[in-house]
């Protein structure tokens, strides 16, 4: 017993040799590349919505780059929930993948620089542009209707208080993702035990901030786009998107980094397959099942304050849309990726998390770009307002929606390869550890 005791700590020992556990040097050129395509991508979205090419208003363009900008958010936003509720369950098979978590979720340290520009706009008075209830005035002369159930959300729909909770959203998040990271971090070089305890012990309340400023952003950001639309189940629906962002991002990490030659006998199989289970798990089944269960409650009460939401979404080319979310973020991907040797397999592993994230993407343009008729009230019929906005088009294939996803997709990838390149790759004197490499699924 103490002769494989001993083998075990050799090997633990080889295979933390600093040159298997530092990033790569190919990679900071990966690193070049992301910031390239941070500058083009932004840049060249900037430019087709100043100019307005490809038939790209003003309203198009801020709401193509809110898509995008709540991707790169979720993907980080999805980094910190792994690291944290990895502490708050006490797990040590995920010690060895941690590190990328805590990466991405690093970013949300500088992520609101990429929400400036939605304050700029409002500085400007177009805040409108994007969320009509900042202009109460032209919404009443619009939508009288809209705007006397809008007018009662005052109190919490006003400029004011929606910068304010902003702030609090990313001061918390930038928090979290600062105290997580830089104790991991302090500890690779102290290797002092009780630093996973505090970690453990601020683990609850992070999870109680997490679940309050991620539920109240998705509705200041993406429900009040709809201002008299209402779902309790939102909060949880973008929680869900989140996840799955994270977790996809984490995979495409881990698996680059081993195809590049590092995390030797640290990164096995059996954590490819958890990091799937949990994808699965999360990105698809849980989404929807909160999809579904917002669905039905809001069809069985056919309250018309409610169901315009959706009816919107079932119209002209967003119809095949909701199609293309059904069996594109679940139905294919439920089958393809519930075979534990799909999981176990980098290569089919990562494919599965990028398809996730394609359709992730859809999923975000879907809740953000359609707008509620303003006449929805007039139709005694379904198929009346069918006929009428049939031909209503979804304009995804815009190339600024690619620009500006390429863009921040970019940034957040340059961020996470420089806070990689300045620490090891994995919390290598974390007491766990030892039994995160040794583990096996059951």
Not at 14 to 31: D, G, Q
Not at 174 to 188: E, H, I, K, M
Not at 331 to 344: C, G, H, M, T
Not at 394 to 410: D, K, M, S
């Amino acid at each position: 017993m103490a002769h494989a005791d001993t083998h075990h700590a050799g090997g633990q020992h080889a295979a933390l040799a600093p040159a298997n556990i530092a990033l790569p040097a190919v990679a900071l050129n990966h690193r070049k590349l992301a910031i390239a395509v941070a500058v083009v991508g932004l840049g060249g979205g900037a430019a087709i919505g100043y100019t307005g090419a490809f038939g790209t208003d003003a309203h198009h363009f801020w709401r193509a780059y809110l898509v995008a900008f709540l991707f790169g958010l979720s993907m980080c936003l999805g980094g910190l929930f792994f690291t944290f509720i990895q502490h708050l369950t006490r797990a040590g098979w995920s010690v060895a993948v941690r590190r990328p978590a805590e990466a991405l979720a690093a970013n949300l340290r500088w992520i609101w620089i990429l929400f400036v520009p939605f304050a700029v706009l409002w500085f400007m008075g177009k805040g409108s542009t994007l969320w009509v209830w900042a202009d109460m005035e032209t919404l009443k002369a619009n939508n009288e209707a809209e705007y006397h159930i809008v007018h009662a959300k005052e109190p919490f729909l006003n400029a004011t208080f929606f910068w304010i909770r902003a702030a609090v959203y990313f001061g918390v998040w930038a928090l979290l993702g600062t105290f997580f990271l830089s104790n991991s971090v302090r500890q690779d070089a102290s290797g002092d035990r009780a630093i996973s305890a505090r970690m453990q012990k601020w683990a609850g309340p992070a999870a109680i901030l997490f679940g309050l400023t991620v539920t109240f952003a998705a509705f200041d950001w993406i429900m009040s786009l709809s201002p008299a639309w209402f779902s309790t189940m939102f909060g949880v629906y973008f929680f869900c998107g989140c996840a799955l962002a994270g977790f996809a991002g984490m995979i495409l990490i881990t698996v680059r980094l081993t195809h590049l030659g590092a995390l030797k006998g640290i990164v096995t199989r059996e954590h490819f397959q958890d990091m799937g289970k949990l994808l699965w798990a999360f990105g698809i089944v849980f989404w929807a099942y909160i999809g579904f269960s917002q669905y039905m409650l809001i069809w069985y009460a056919n309250i018309p304050e409610e169901t315009g939401w959706f009816l919107a979404r079932q119209v002209g080319g967003w119809a095949d849309l909701s199609w293309a979310l059904l069996f594109g973020h679940f139905v294919i991907p439920f089958v393809a990726l519930i075979s534990k040797w799909v999981k176990r397999a980098p290569l089919t592993l990562a494919l599965g998390a990028v398809w996730m994230l394609c359709f992730h993407y859809v999923d975000l343009y879907w809740l953000v770009m359609p707008e509620i008729p303003h006449d929805l009230a007039s139709f005694e019929k379904y198929s009346q307002l069918a006929d009428k906005y049939a031909d209503t088009p979804t304009h995804f294939a815009n190339p600024v929606n690619f620009l500006l996803l390429a863009g921040v997709i970019g940034a957040v990838a340059a961020g996470t390869i420089g806070t990689l390149s300045r620490i090891a790759l994995v919390p290598a004197k974390d007491p766990r550890l030892g039994e995160s490499m040794r583990f096996e699924n059951m």
